[in-house]
């Protein structure tokens, strides 16, 4: 009875040890699982700075055409225009994991069919101002699993000590110009008139929100100290010479002195991790002006 107890025994011992290593052959054979990687198509330029900023510009696989910054992601990701007219079509092609945007230029037709697509997407509200700004880019890191965010938020607090006071606030009128025969003046709760302000300006259209075009009228009953334009917008005027031939300039007290300064589109309205860096540029354009 002892021998065959003994021979019991063993025989279990062995299909236990048997099958402990089975398992442990399925387990090492098992591939583990991966995270996916990231394929982003982000529709807004502040939010493709976040991005970049954060360390994912490699992973940005798609932009609109307001993403022009860093220079480098319109090498890297496909361009897919102006976000009012970008088809679901080319976006679905980049086969992205993630869309993110904001609701200040996306039709709601667009949102529809993004979120019928069945793309995980998140279309994020943007306010005009370092706080909102530093809950966009809190925002966007959550989306892409990034919370080495601090930095990027400090340095809008660290650019904006930067500014210097100016005695008495110029009156500052900002002209989007796409050559002679585009010409609008940014008026009140535009992100233009948000950076002016924190730059130590004020803006000198207050008659109305948003942007109307440009008149003689308008130019000089604003009488601007100082008018501004995005860098793009001068050159397509021909520099500071065409913008004085244009009717109305000459007659502003910014026409007559020749006070007029252009700055980068992003940097000065696009309320993305250079806020501060842009608002301490046109601080010190805006000092030089006063002098």
Known sequence: MKKISVLVLAIVSLAVASCKKEEETKKEETPVEKTEALKIVSLNGAVTEIIAALGHEKEIVGVDVTSTYPETVKTTAKDLGHVRSITIESIVALKPTVIIGTDKDMSPELAEKIKAAGIQAHILTQDFS???????????????????????????????????????????????????????VAGKNTP?????ALAGGQNAVTEFDDFKPLTPESLIKGNPDVIL?????????????????????????????KKIIALDGALISGFGPRVGEGAAALNAELIKATK
């Open 192 to 196: 233009v008139e948000k950076t002016i």
């Open 229 to 257: 334009l995005f860098t793009t917008g001068l050159q397509s005027l021909g520099g500071v010479d065409g913008l004085l031939k244009i009717q109305g300039v000459e007659k502003t007290n910014a026409g007559k002195n």
């Open 130 to 184: 370092p706080e909102g700004t530093k809950k966009l880019i809190a925002d966007v890191a959550g989306i892409i699993k990034n919370t080495d965010f601090k930095a990027l938020t400090d340095k809008i607090d660290a650019d904006l000590a930067k500014t210097q006071p100016i005695a008495k606030a110029p009156k500052v009128l900002f002209i989007y110009a796409r050559g002679a025969g585009t010409l609008m």
